[in-house]
């Protein structure tokens, strides 16, 4: 089964820019999308198509996807940007929807 | 605006099955397909299975053939799952989310969009 790998966390000082990986066989071949979730609510998509941001989202998030890795770059963080992030990919295959096992990002 | 407001907290036994509704407001499941998405305790996100616009069928994930059961009443704008079979590794938060497409530019992308606020499942003896 194709399987998404992340980084299990990612730091970054307020300000800064933060760079959230997302690893697959061909991952570039593929449509990514990126889920925000913080502790005790649910997620909420903050990208989708690779690079496109749903309403409402900021654009200090942007998106990249090639080769095997898609990135989502949170450009001058914020304390309210820490939580949990998680790619997702569809899996035509196995006709199947794929997550990655998370990143948490840590704003300090 | 689209919404979901799923049922409340739920507790099982091991071999027994749950039921859990979401109720869609602000479009119409004439126009939305729902998926429904769990998470264990302390991890990631797992689907479990939905209609898939793209593929014009419902899809279900690998762990769930043959105990996953999804149904919808439109007239009441509602979205149902059973699980049956419980067994304590069941035990989870349960999402009902929205398929979204994007057809522009073309050919349409259809993606995973609101979520609801999760019921959680606890399967228990």
């Known amino acids: 089964s194709y399987e998404l790998t992340q980084p299990p966390s990612v730091s970054v000082s307020p300000g800064q820019t933060a760079s959230i990986p997302c690893s697959g066989d061909?991952?570039?071949?593929?449509?990514t999308c990126w889920y925000q979730q913080r502790p005790g609510q649910s997620p909420v998509l903050v990208m989708y198509r690779d690079s496109t941001r749903p309403s409402g989202i900021p654009e200090r998030f942007s998106g990249s996807n090639s080769g095997n890795t898609a990135h989502l770059t949170i450009s001058g963080a914020q304390a309210m940007d820490e939580g949990d992030y998680y790619c997702q990919a569809w899996d035509h295959t196995t006709a199947s929807v794929v997550f990655g096992g998370g990143t948490k990002l840590t704003v300090l | 605006q689209v919404r979901l407001v799923q049922s409340g907290a739920e507790v099982a036994k091991p071999g027994a099955s749950v039921k859990v509704s979401c109720k869609l407001s602000g479009d119409t499941l004439n126009t939305l397909s729902i998926h429904w998405v769990r998470q264990s305790p302390g991890k990631g996100p797992q689907w479990m299975g939905g209609f898939a616009r793209e593929q014009g069928k419902t899809l279900y994930g690998q762990s769930f053939q043959g105990r996953l059961k999804m149904t919808e009443d439109p007239s009441a704008e509602t979205a149902y799952m059973v699980l049956s079979s419980l067994t304590s590794q069941d035990t989870a938060i349960y999402y009902c989310v929205t398929e979204a497409s994007d057809c522009n530019p073309g050919p349409c992308f259809y993606y995973l969009d609101v979520w609801g606020q999760g019921t959680a499942v606890t399967v228990s003896s």
């Open positions: 061909n991952l570039g071949n593929k449509y």
